[in-house]
């Protein structure tokens, strides 16, 4: 079973430049995650699908960030504009349903300098 | 809301020795409870989970965790330790159903074993 893939593995950017995430969850998978995970700290939620609507996003820092899971299928996460302490490995996951458990992508290591 | 607290940054054992990875959690209702590991330049692997029924839980690679209601904990465990099992562990926790679907990650635990 091919596991949950995430585009691209590392990107750096400047300080108010945008960049976009993408993953692609592992079929048949209703609920999609994406987390930010800060160097030292553990993953923290910033929006949460069930199959193309949103369940959580209280987290999710809207007046710079925004996500979008078209058809229930494929995500993508961006970011406009960035900021420095924006700087994390984002972390792409999915699970069957909202009660079970979720299986992570690789993320994407994101440096804005 | 839901918390998970995991009380050592690191852990240090002896490799054949047994090894204990401590979590905490605090939630409204019912837990569900998670273990993940993180190997270096990697994503999080899920090891085990509790939803219900027995307290010991069976997971990956020889692991296992004890739910304890009383104490709010859900340690996890193996019997004997490998070098290979030096990685990054997180517990996670999601409160019962209330319509917040939110899995939290504790802080981590960095457990190196050592030959």
């Known amino acids: 079973e091919a596991g949950v893939a995430q585009s691209p593995r590392y990107k750096i950017i400047e300080k108010r430049q945008s960049v976009a995430f993408w993953c692609n969850p592992i079929s048949g998978h209703a609920t999609l995650y994406w987390y930010q995970q800060i160097l030292g700290q553990g993953p923290k939620l910033l929006i949460q699908f069930q199959n193309n609507g949103v369940v959580d996003d209280s987290q999710l820092p809207k007046d710079r960030f925004s996500a979008e899971r078209l058809k229930g299928v494929d995500s993508t996460l961006k970011i406009q504009p960035a900021k420095l302490e924006d700087s994390a490995v984002y972390l792409c996951?999915?699970?069957?349903?909202?009660?079970?458990?979720?299986?992570f992508g690789q993320g994407t290591r994101l440096t804005v300098v | 809301a839901q918390s998970v607290a995991q009380p050592e940054d690191q852990v240090n054992v002896a490799e054949g020795n047994p090894l204990t990875v401590k979590c905490t959690y605090s939630?409204?209702?019912?837990?569900?409870l998670f273990w993940y590991v993180q190997y270096p330049n990697r994503g999080l692997q899920f090891l085990l989970k509790?939803?219900?029924?027995?307290?010991l839980v069976k997971g990956s690679y020889g692991f296992e965790a004890e739910f304890n209601k009383s104490q709010t904990s859900f340690h996890l465990k193996k019997p004997s330790a490998l070098v290979s099992d030096s990685a990054l562990y997180f517990c996670?926790?999601?409160?019962?159903?209330?319509?917040?679907?939110?899995?939290?990650f504790g802080t981590g635990t960095r457990l190196t074993v050592i030959p």
């Open positions: 939630v409204s209702g019912n837990p569900y």
């Open positions: 509790y939803i219900t029924g027995d307290n």
């Open positions: 996670a926790v999601r409160d019962e159903p209330t319509g917040a679907n939110n899995l939290f």
């Open positions: 996951a999915s699970s069957q349903d909202w009660n079970t458990e979720a299986f």
